[in-house]
């Protein structure tokens, strides 16, 4: 297995305009997390799913942030409108089981000019 | 919710000697804690991990401790390699549950040849 798949690798944008990541996790994974890592505020949890279903999104910080899981293969992050403070590498990552490894992506770095 | 502490934020050492990091946990129902090494601009990869029925795990070079009285568990790195420097970050699961993973603000580990 090639691992937990994210794309973009680097993505610059303008304030304003909208922004979306995408996860293709572990073939088998049954959950599935993103994080959001600064280094003011570390590793921070946006929302995690189980079988495709949103169980937490207390993380995400605005409405300006959703979070979509339609099948099992594949999940996007979106942030519309995006701002500078947006700013932050963000990683993907899937595991199976309450006691399990967590597979974590290469992330996507992020920057809002 | 469940808080992790991690300390010290950032530790150097010379190469052959010991690192300790130190974590503590607020949620007596975390029973999962493991350990992450994430190398400069890679996601986090687990190195170790421990489940709250052990007291103690090793796997060569690296041990962690857990004490679940005093709610903290420990990371400690014996004969320390220059390839050891890295952000090693702890991380527990809140609940118990199925769910997602809290990950401590990390600590900047430099093993000085």
């Known amino acids: 297995d090639a691992g937990v798949i994210q794309s973009p690798r680097h993505e610059v944008t303008e304030m304003g305009q909208e922004v979306t990541l995408r996860c293709k996790p572990i073939?088998?994974?049954?959950?599935l997390f993103w994080y959001r890592q600064t280094m003011m505020r570390g590793l921070e949890l946006l929302i995690y799913?189980?079988?495709?279903?949103?169980?937490?999104d207390s993380g995400m910080p605005e409405d300006r942030f959703s979070a979509k899981m339609p099948n099992a293969s594949f999940s996007t992050l979106k942030i519309q409108p995006s701002e500078p403070r947006d700013s932050a590498v963000y990683f993907c990552?899937?595991?199976?089981?309450?006691?399990?490894?967590?597979?974590f992506g290469q992330g996507t770095r992020l920057t809002v000019v | 919710g469940e808080n992790v502490e991690q300390h010290p934020s950032t530790l150097s050492v010379q190469e052959g000697d010991s690192a300790v990091i130190k974590c503590t946990y607020s949620?007596?129902?975390?029973?999962?804690f493991p350990w992450y090494k994430q190398e400069l601009g890679k996601g986090p990869q687990l190195i170790i991990d421990?489940?709250?029925?052990?007291g103690e795990k090793k796997d060569q070079r690296i041990a962690v401790t857990l004490n679940k009285t005093a709610k903290h568990f420990s990371l400690h790195i014996t004969e320390t390699q220059p390839e050891d420097s890295a952000v090693y970050f702890c991380?527990?699961?809140?609940?118990?549950?199925?769910?997602?993973?809290?990950f401590g603000k990390g600590t900047k580990l430099s093993v000085k040849p």
């Open positions: 990552a899937s595991r199976t089981g309450m006691t399990t490894e967590a597979f």
């Open positions: 073939s088998g994974h049954n959950s």
């Open positions: 799913f189980n079988n495709n279903v949103p169980i937490d």
């Open positions: 949620d007596s129902a975390s029973n999962y």
């Open positions: 421990i489940r709250s029925n052990v």
């Open positions: 991380a527990a699961n809140p609940g118990g549950s199925q769910g997602n993973l809290i």
